[in-house]
């Protein structure tokens, strides 16, 4: 698996008023507990997620939707303003200028 390949994985987020940085993002160890920072101002604030293996807590869930067992963890309107949101990438990639979604 591509995410795989590099022994270290990590994700920032900048933005005006702090940053937000995820340790091993893509592929934690599910026998690891995993940190989330978060920057505000001068206060530094850890998030520390227990261990989990995620694939297989997804498709479980995923198994328990489709038998009726629980909800879907995210509704069908989701998909659909996700697919405005890419449509609206590739028009302003064609336009070269700002499009609304």
């Known amino acids: 698996m591509a995410t795989q390949l590099a022994s270290y994985q990590r ?8 940053w937000i940085e995820v340790e091993v993002p893509f592929s934690p160890s599910p026998d690891q507990p995993s940190r989330v920072l978060h920057r505000t101002g001068a206060e530094l604030a850890e998030l520390v997620v227990e ?16 038998l009726g067992r629980r ?8 998909a659909v303003a996700n697919m405005r949101v890419i449509d609206a990438v590739f028009a302003s990639a064609a336009s070269g200028g700002w499009v609304d979604c």
């Open 71 to 78: 909800p879907l963890a995210t509704p069908l309107s989701d």
């Open 11 to 18: 994700v920032s987020v900048i933005g005006t008023r702090g």
């Open 51 to 66: 261990a989990a293996d995620q694939d297989t807590i997804q498709a479980d869930r995923f198994c328990e939707a489709i």
